[in-house]
């Protein structure tokens, strides 16, 4: 029987998903509703399969849900992460596959999709799985059918975060310590890589992804 953790801030969600696994053959070992908890959850109760909202980041630690995500995948290895989200953002979905989340479902698609990745889980086909929202945004994505996007450098995710904070790239500069001219590289190469063609899109790209 497969342990299984819950994590999200609305406990609608939590009572939807136990819902939606009663009668599956696991065990939900925990629920909780910020990222702490999360973390410390993970710690006294380790669990097989971590199904979690995206935005489970604190404000102490920037708020940003790739760095929750990450800091789970690379703290408690041996858990297994799928992703639920409100999310529609291809550039969020390719940062997560990057990651190496073991699969992405929509809160907007069945909630079946949760007993389909964690089968997925369990024969290792079709991982990582992507419910029907997440594989029509990755391959509705401008100029790269199907194809997932680079990951961000830790710096381009700064350079981004600052500006979609309302920083201008002089403040930015000041505040990596780093020249004007790189801080517009970074900004750049961030754009390019996640296929945005304006500020309105970067600054929308980092709300969605809890940047800013």
């Known amino acids: 029987m497969r342990r299984i953790g819950l994590a999200d801030d609305h406990p609608v969600v939590i009572n939807a998903l136990q819902t939606c696994l009663m009668g599956a053959a696991v065990e939900i070992v925990f629920t909780v509703r910020t990222g702490e908890q ?31 995500m990450e800091r789970v995948l690379r703290q408690f290895p041996h858990c297994r992460l799928v992703v639920f989200t409100m999310l529609h953002n291809p550039a969020v979905f390719s940062q997560l596959l990057a990651l190496g989340v073991d699969g992405i479902v929509s809160k907007n698609d069945d909630m079946q999709d949760i007993l389909r990745a964690l089968g997925a889980i369990d024969t290792g086909i079709g991982l990582p799985y992507q419910s029907a929202s997440v594989r029509n945004a990755l391959h509705a994505q401008p100029g790269r059918p199907g194809a997932a996007l680079p990951a961000l450098s830790q710096r381009e995710l700064d350079v981004v975060r600052l500006f979609a904070q309302g920083q201008t790239l002089d403040a930015i500069a000041a505040s990596l310590g780093r020249a004007k001219t790189t801080v517009a590289t970074h900004k750049k190469n961030a754009m390019d890589k996640l296929g945005l063609a304006s500020n309105a899109e970067l600054i929308r790209y980092a709300y969605d992804a809890n940047l800013a």
């Not at 604190?58 to 708020?63: S, Y």
């Open 38 to 68: 999360l973390i410390e959850a993970l710690r006294q109760s380790p669990c097989d399969v971590l199904i979690t909202d995206y935005s489970m980041a604190q404000p102490a630690q920037g708020g940003d849900g790739l760095a929750m």
